[in-house]
């Protein structure tokens, strides 16, 4: 079956635009996280939805948001994008999103704003 | 909070041969699960092996199997018979049961495999 997927692969914003981002998780799966990779924080939570209810949040400012619809697919948004949100944005997909459950990753989007 | 942490930025080892890549973490809870996370130059991140803190038997996939120590907080990856796809970035991660998917993860070890 399909794996995760992440649209667009690539994607170049100016500072002070926005950005939405999106991920088709693998069929029936339900729960759908987030992730920043960056050089110099490394790999960070960003959020996660199961049944289109946003059950944990990381640490970052509101202008990162997020949604999910009633098929799982899910879409990020970042507002006001400033220098420092230049990163891979990581997808993962798992069945109920509980830790026993195995976690699967899209290729990720890379954002990179000038 | 929990914290993860990869002491070794860089590992090589040479082809067939055996490497050891560790991981250290601090939590105050009792039961947990623990990762290890591959991510080739594609950028996909893949599962490894999973643990689960309150199994004592260390678990094994294949060529890979950890050596989890509760006590130390060590979660350590033996990669045998190294082959050339091996070579990638590890991540050590770490979630509570019901943590709704938050993995945390270590800074990574990048893997070289020397042919």
């Known amino acids: 079956k399909a794996g995760v997927t992440q649209t667009p692969r690539y994607l170049i914003k100016t500072r002070g635009q926005q950005v939405t981002l999106s991920c088709s998780p693998i069929?029936?799966?339900?729960?759908v996280s987030w992730y920043q990779q960056t050089p110099g924080q490394g790999l960070q939570f960003l959020f996660e939805?199961?049944?289109?209810?946003?059950?944990n949040k990381g640490n970052f400012p509101g202008r990162f948001s997020g949604r999910q619809f009633s098929n799982s697919r899910s879409e990020m948004n970042v507002s006001t994008l400033e220098l420092g949100d230049s990163a891979l944005y990581l997808c993962?997909?798992?069945?109920?999103?509980?830790?026993?459950?195995?976690?699967?990753f899209g290729e990720g989007s890379w954002l990179t704003v000038v | 909070a929990q914290t993860v942490t990869q002491s070794q930025p860089e590992m090589s080892v040479q082809e067939a041969e055996t490497v050891t890549l560790s991981c250290t973490y601090d939590?105050?809870?009792?039961?947990?699960?623990l990762f290890w996370y591959k991510q080739p130059p594609s950028r996909q991140m893949i599962l490894v092996i999973r643990?689960?803190?309150?199994?004592?038997q260390n678990a094994t996939e294949n060529r890979f199997s950890v050596n989890f120590q509760k006590a130390a907080k060590s979660f350590s990856l033996k990669i045998s018979d190294s082959q050339l796809g091996d070579a990638a970035m590890y991540f050590c991660?770490?979630?509570?049961?019901?943590?709704?998917?938050?993995?945390?993860f270590g800074t990574g070890t990048r893997l070289t495999i020397i042919p």
């Open positions: 993962a997909s798992s069945l109920e999103g509980r830790s026993g459950n195995t976690i699967y």
């Open positions: 069929s029936g799966h339900r729960s």
């Open positions: 939805y199961f049944s289109e209810t946003q059950r």
């Open positions: 939590t105050s809870e009792s039961d947990y699960y």
């Open positions: 643990q689960e803190a309150y199994k004592q």
């Open positions: 991660a770490y979630a509570l049961p019901f943590g709704n998917e938050k993995l945390t």
